[in-house]
């Protein structure tokens, strides 16, 4: 079969892993995460950069290494992109292990035409982005820099930056540009919706010899017992956390120490319990309540969420977006109550293989997990939304988890800790449906097709928007890279 043209479909370029994080260190931002580089134990020192303007040393003679000093290779209306911009892009990505076989002088320069086009037209339209909005990313930039590398000396080492405050005026650059490149994107295709008529037209125009082939898929479904700690276990942590609230009001004990010492959130325990959100952050709804109901400077009372009970201390508050520490404490389960939640799934396993009720029926009867029991029990894939999980793209610990369940079979009741810090519970997993390996079906894959024409669509408006921007924006490109072979007109024939 030939490689089909669907699988090429790409309206924002994707650059994942050491690739992306390589891209951040260099400034070509083309991504909304805030990606930070591997930093191996012994390596503390930093990235060649062959753009140095300042000859160096070859050795201790006289004698003087030769660098080509740094020119513009293009300018995009406000913006100038120099040889050194590219050439330390392609270095780093090196450094970074990245496969750069397929990744051209020409194709980088041509990403970074886009991205400043997308800036410089964002400017014009006034899509702003807020100085305190940069701020926060950087400092969050910072602060895991700091967490990986060890230091704020060691990171200004590793980056070959001479103090604190031009690191971070070279941050608030990279990301302004950044974050203003991406809400254009965001502009172009944020009212772009798709039609049942034109995912079946998008299908129609697919020869059968191209159309795409979907790896084999599993439906999952799962009933949950949570096991409820003791109200004697519950008030341990609450007078716990008042204790620490207290300790840090009277005694101006350090809440960061605390957090450090205390907190059972995996997510930011180490970083003294810190937190950066706004109202849109995907936090638990009272947590987000509690804290954007607080001044700064002051503490909450202990308040509890499905992960169990907290108190927030806002530490600074950047108009929409607050600075917070937070402690979570969870009460003990005492193995007794494990173990009755053990024993109950193991009755309903027992009941539902012998016909007495479905799967689904137990579920929505006796599952404790709101977001699945009323579905039948049915999981959903986080990265569609959609029932079905790809065999070679699931986590590994949920595949572990069914691999070896037949057809109908139930799996005895799993232990499970919750990876986001709440607590732990038991469950049983049923596979309800399994799909093999095949070629697009236009009925039984409509949600994948409908994401396909959906991308097509929205990379065609981009395209359309990209054109009529390059035609009405003043566009330069240095003799040199004339040659190019780029995707967009940028030499304007």
């Given at each position: 079969m030939k490689q089909s043209r669907i699988k090429n479909l790409k309206f924002i370029p994707k650059i994942k892993g050491a690739v992306l994080a390589a891209i951040w260190c260099a400034g070509l931002a083309i991504s909304a995460q805030d990606s930070i580089p591997e930093v191996p134990d012994n390596q503390v020192e930093p990235m060649e950069n062959i753009a140095e303007a300042t000859p160096k040393k070859k050795d201790s003679t006289n004698n003087f290494k030769r660098i080509k000093l740094d020119g513009i290779a293009a300018v995009v209306g406000d913006y100038v992109i120099l040889d050194s911009d590219i050439e330390k892009t392609l270095i780093d990505l090196k450094s970074q292990g990245a496969n750069t076989a397929d990744i051209t002088r020409c194709g980088l320069l041509g990403k970074l035409m886009e991205d400043r086009l997308y800036a410089h037209q964002a400017v014009q339209d006034s899509i702003l982005v807020s100085d305190d909005e940069v701020n926060a990313t950087g400092d969050r930039q910072l602060q895991s820099l700091v967490q990986q590398i060890g230091s704020m000396d060691k990171v200004l080492k590793y980056y070959k930056k001479t103090d604190e405050a031009s690191f971070r005026e070279e941050l608030y650059k990279i990301n302004k540009l950044r974050m203003l490149s991406e809400r254009m994107q965001q502009d172009i295709i944020k009212e772009i919706e798709i039609t049942p008529e034109e995912v079946r037209q998008f299908f129609n125009k697919i020869p059968e010899d191209e159309r795409p082939v979907f790896g084999a898929e599993l439906e999952i479904a799962q009933i949950v017992k949570s096991p409820e700690p003791s109200e004697e276990e519950k008030q341990k942590?609450?007078?716990k956390l008042n204790q620490i609230k207290a300790d840090v009001e009277d005694n101006d004990a350090s809440f960061s120490v605390k957090a450090i010492l205390y907190s059972q959130d995996p997510g930011s325990k180490s970083k003294g319990g810190f937190y950066s959100i706004t109202k849109q952050t995907g936090f638990d709804k009272t947590f987000k309540d509690v804290a954007f109901s607080l001044q700064e400077g002051e503490i909450?009372?202990?308040?509890?969420?499905?992960?169990?009970?907290h108190i927030i201390f806002i530490e600074k508050i950047r108009g929409q977006e607050l600075d917070l520490r937070h402690i979570l404490i969870q009460p003990e389960i005492s193995e007794n109550a494990l173990e009755e939640a053990k024993?109950?799934?193991d009755s309903i396993r027992l009941k539902v293989m012998n016909g007495e009720f479905t799967f689904a029926e137990a579920a929505l009867n006796f599952s404790d997990e709101k977001e699945t029991k009323f579905d039948g029990g049915?999981?959903?894939?986080?990265?569609?939304?959609?029932?079905?999980?790809?065999?070679?793209?699931?986590?590994?610990?949920?595949?572990?988890?069914?691999?070896n369940l037949k057809d109908n079979e139930l799996s005895y009741p799993i232990l499970e800790q919750d990876p986001r810090g709440g607590p732990p519970k038991y469950k049983i997993l049923k596979v309800t449906n399994r799909f093999d390996e095949h070629v697009a079906d236009f009925a039984k894959d409509y949600t994948k097709i409908q994401q396909l024409a959906l991308t097509e669509k929205q990379f065609n408006a981009i395209k359309e928007w990209m054109d009529e921007h390059i035609e009405d924006t003043y566009i330069s490109v240095n003799e040199a890279n004339t040659d190019c072979d780029f995707a967009n007109n940028w030499i304007k024939e």
């Open positions: 942590v609450v007078d909450s009372e202990p308040f509890e969420t499905a992960f169990g009970y024993t109950e799934l049915l999981l959903r894939n986080p990265q569609d939304f959609s029932s079905r999980f790809e065999l070679t793209k699931m986590d590994p610990a949920l595949y572990n988890q069914v691999r």
